[in-house]
């Protein structure tokens, strides 16, 4: 039996067995790491050493039992929420705005929009941190939430001019000549159908807040420390197995927003 | 053309059709819708521009000064042999991980590329899952997995490949492992989007014309996938030129990077002029490098608007 | 202006709309009687659907005024403007069922629940779509989406009802049958319609009066007969059913071909020197050497025969080449001689039409 071919140019999938061994490896190395973290999590020793000389659930314990910690997860995820909440309805507000206007002010500011995912994060973490320390917003979930916001607003706003831009804004005029003025036609008719990438734009907002490292470490300072500020100086000082247990967590949750947003998208494509 | 009913003296500037019935109540409406619309997005762009915008036209302005006034002493001091060092290796680490990148993501964005529906679409997921991952998470990971007595070494021992543990991570080593880590997906992404445009009859029209496989491959669609490729190339230059926290957590202090110094020279010495002069610099060459990518495939695939 | 409580008379005064150099609509002006179905004739571009989309309200004219009755409204929204709209590609909304997209606009009047589904019921039988309420909009083939675009239009009874092109989505068969049944729903329900088309047979077929446009003005109001009958110029005779053309020479009130004058049965209601006759295939007639004492005669010679159905065409070259062609019924009487043979075609005086080029 002849194998089917591969390509256009008739190479049979046998032939490039090698071409796939070499990816399986490249995928392994993309996301073995992470995985492997979880059963270490569990490991009895201070050194995570493989193989693991007991198991135990010691580091789930410190992580839930320490003080700094605990306060540490409520000011990330409230701040990841806030964050969320803000840049969706920010953004999603924009692209509608830049779409339905286009003229030559909307292609510049969409160009201002995509700055900040431009300019690299140290230099945005140092300007905020110079500005807050006039403002005294520094080490305040305000300060956090408004600077993450700069992050989370620009991919909100490619996510959803990109749905926007498939999307026939003839319903509209239709609902306008029905008698819905332009929020309620917005509101009833667009909405609804460009709700899955607002979604997915609302989840990207919410895991960019949580994971943001660099600004972060700048300007949540002192009880408004952040998970990820705990983290890094954590992994700075010496590597406190804690972080295994906080790592297998977060891997946990990036899973299942993922897989949320890849849901919302299979869904919409019914 | 007849004027209508209300035109005024001071008008006779405008064109025919701007004198008439209604014309500047009509023309004001119009004027009031578009700022209505563009308004959505005063709120969103004022933020930005006053949260992290403006401070940056700041720091570029203290880049100029010191406590006597306006000066250059801040450009001139980064060309202080420490800061030259400095540049050299970002530049040098930026490289190394930008072509292991290259030689990792082109195989793996083709075979994405030319797979099923279904495949494919499960690879990219394996591909997204590490920037949905913490960045922190990755790179701890890695700090486990090459410690001394860490997955690598202790596999490569049982494996009889070493004598002893090899130093792999809190140098250079560990932190281009860490960092290709972290910069394949945005290799990947862009290359894949770009492969997938190939309209396979090219690769047909070169069989039938009589290339090889290896032949139609490197002259017909590694040219076509160029832009996927160029701009894959720039998105991971320009994030390793500025990224900080995978060299800062695995380099072990023997990784000195661009965005390391500014960091120093803020928390460490407080001197803002050193540190804005820095910061100017990295934003200089990472706009110029994405100002010649745009220039190469036009701006208008870069910011994705229509 | 008669108002009724189904229908209300639309007024246009000198409104102009200009894109950058070009005028989409130059000045133009129009009366539309209450209850009248008017339809909008032209080429792409000529400024019909600008035009529409005028009285719509999406499109700003730069100066004008519109009224609906006694109602100015040029400066109203569209949404309050109380009209019906059907567009190019229906634009239905595909998060809804059907019954979802009707009750939309009732919904949007504060109409309430029970009446809301009596009304639903009554325009889904009003298009022939009984008991399809709950279907999903992709389920639906193209021209169901078209009544359901048409019933969504005319559910909360608007006394202005435009449409777009409507049909143009349509295959032949599906469209001629659609004309006719937009026209009963006319007849049915009475609104003053406004109707978009670059389709002549179309606007023939449904209109009251037809006006034609291109480059932004009106180039003839009339009802359909008068329009197709007495065409103003060559634009509107070419446009506006099939023609051929014979140049001719008007001189002293007589229309010459050549040496020629040709028999008219009234003078030309231009004073235009270089003129046009129209020849409209239908009107021509073939004659025997004998006949033809009373008609204006043009031998030729025959170039080819097209079957088509209920009618044929014969293609004929006149003696100076001049290309024309006859159009014969179906039947006994109609002719097929081969290519090459000698033929006379004869034109009654009745049926001649002179009209001078089309005025820029």
Known sequence: MRAKPATETQITHRRRLWLYAIV?????????????????????????????????????????????????????????????????????????????????????????????????????????????????????L?????????????????????????YDMNQEMVARSLGASRPWAFLTVTLPQIRISVISGALLAFITSLDEVVISLFIAGGDKATLTKRMFNALRDEIDPTIASISTLLIALSVILLGLSQFAQLRSKK | MAAGVGSTIGTDNLAPHQVGRNAAAL????????????????????????VALAPIVWLFWLSFRDADGMTLAHYARLLHPSYVITLASTFELSFLVTSICILLGYPLAYVIAQARPRIAAVLLLLVLFPIWTSLLVRCYAWLVLLQRRGLINTWLSELGLIDGPLQLVHNFTGTTIGMVHIMLPFMVLPLYASMRAINPDYMRAAANLGASPAKAFWQIYVPLSRPGLAAGIVIVFVLCLGFYVTPALLGGGRVMMWSM????????????????????VLLVLTLGILWLLARVIGFDKLTGAR | MTITTISLPISIRDVTKTYGRTAALDNVSLEIASG????LLGPSGSGK????????????????????????????????????????????????????????????????????????ARALDMVQLAGLGERQVDQLSGGQRQRVALARAIIFEPRILLMDEPLSALDKKLREQMQIEVRHLH??????????????????????????????????????????????NRFIAEFVGESHFLPVEVRGGVAYFGERAIRLAEPPRHTAFAQFLVLRPEKLKVIDAADGAELNVFPGQVKEFVYQGESSLLYVSLADGQPIAIRQPAG????????????????????????????T
């Open chain 3, 332 to 359: 006994s009487a109609q002719r097929a001689p081969p290519p090459g043979a000698p033929i006379r075609l004869g034109l009654a005086p009745a049926d001649t039409i002179i009209v001078p080029p089309e005025e």
């Open chain 1, 142 to 166: 305000t300060g956090i939430v408004l600077a993450h916001s700069v992050l989370a607003i620009p991919l909100v706003v490619i996510t959803v001019a990109a749905s926007l831009n498939s």
């Open chain 3, 187 to 232: 007849q049915r329900l009475g609104m003053t319609t406004v109707y978009v088309t670059h389709d002549q047979r179309e606007a023939l077929t449904m209109s009251d009066r037809i006006a034609v446009i291109n480059h932004g003005r009106f180039r003839q109001i009339d009802k359909p007969q008068d329009l197709y009958e007495r065409p103003n």
């Open chain 3, 49 to 120: 659907t600008t035009l529409l989309m005028v009285l719509a309200g999406f499109i700003r004219p730069d100066s004008g005024e519109i009224r609906f009755g006694n109602r100015e409204v040029t400066l109203i929204p569209p949404h309050k403007r109380d009209i019906g709209m059907v567009f190019q590609n229906y634009a239905l909304f595909p998060h809804m069922t059907v019954a979802g997209n009707l009750a939309y606009p009732l919904k949007l009047r504060g109409v309430d629940r029970a009446a809301v589904e009596a009304r639903v």
């Open chain 1, 24 to 140: 399986g490896l490249i995928v392994l190395f993309l996301i073995a790491p992470s995985l492997l973290i979880v059963p270490l999590s569990f490991s009895d020793s201070r050194y995570l050493t493989f193989p693991p000389p007991a198991w135990s659930t010691r580091w789930y314990a410190a992580y839930f039992g320490a003080i700094e910690w605990r306060e540490a997860t409520y000011v990330s995820f409230a701040a990841a929420m806030l964050t969320m909440l803000l840049s969706t309805t920010l953004g999603t507000l924009a692209a509608y705005g830049l779409q339905t206007l286009r003229s030559r002010w909307s292609v510049l500011a969409y160009g201002a929009f995509t700055l900040p995912l431009v300019i690299p994060a140290i230099l945005i973490a140092i300007g905020i941190f110079l500005f807050y320390a006039q403002l005294g917003l520094n080490s305040t």
């Open chain 2, 261 to 280: 110094q500014i960091e120093r020279n803020v928390s460490y010495y407080g001197d803002w002029g050193a540190a804005s002069a820095l910061g100017v």
């Open chain 3, 36 to 39: 009248e179905f008017i339809t």
């Open chain 2, 27 to 50: 023309r004001a409406q119009e004027r009031a819708e578009q700022w209505m619309l563009g308004g959505l997005a005063l709120p969103g762009l004022l933020l930005i521009g006053i």
